[in-house]
């Protein structure tokens, strides 16, 4: 059974909506604008599966979810062009279908992008206190 697919336009977060600009099976770019209509900017999303399960004494099928706020930075991001938000969604798409490709081969490996070094430079002050 395939799963209910993500609303196209959504209103939330005091009166603030989103409209669904670009999706494919894996990732979505919503327009975000305020309660007024001012554009605020884009929404790229990796699109969650939560299967059918049974809660609160209700059936729900299977379906599509929009990140929730502790999943921001990892699959979902804010930025303020539409080019932006086609890369970073594109690279969800990308992922997740590493990971499909991985779990048809039998791997339960996640490939992980490369990981960026990090400069890290003492706070001011710190060094002189031995912190």
Request: hydrophobic fraction near 30%; aromatic fraction near 10%; proline fraction near 8%.
């Amino acid at each position: 059974m395939s799963p209910e697919p993500l609303t196209t336009e959504i209103t939330q977060n005091g009166g603030h909506h989103y409209r669904q600009v670009w999706r494919d099976n894996y990732a979505a770019i919503y327009e975000q604008r305020n309660a007024f209509g001012a554009f605020i900017g884009y929404e790229a999303i990796a699109i969650k599966i939560r299967p059918a399960c049974h809660a609160f004494g209700k059936d729900y099928p299977p379906r599509e979810l929009y990140p929730c706020n502790e999943d921001w930075g990892k699959f979902a991001v804010s930025v303020s062009d539409l080019d932006r938000a086609k890369d970073a969604a594109e690279d969800y798409s990308r992922r997740a279908k590493q990971r499909e490709k991985a779990r048809q081969n039998g791997s339960n490996a996640s490939p992980r992008p490369p990981q960026r070094a990090i400069s890290r430079k003492p706070l001011l002050g710190h060094a002189e206190q031995g912190n």
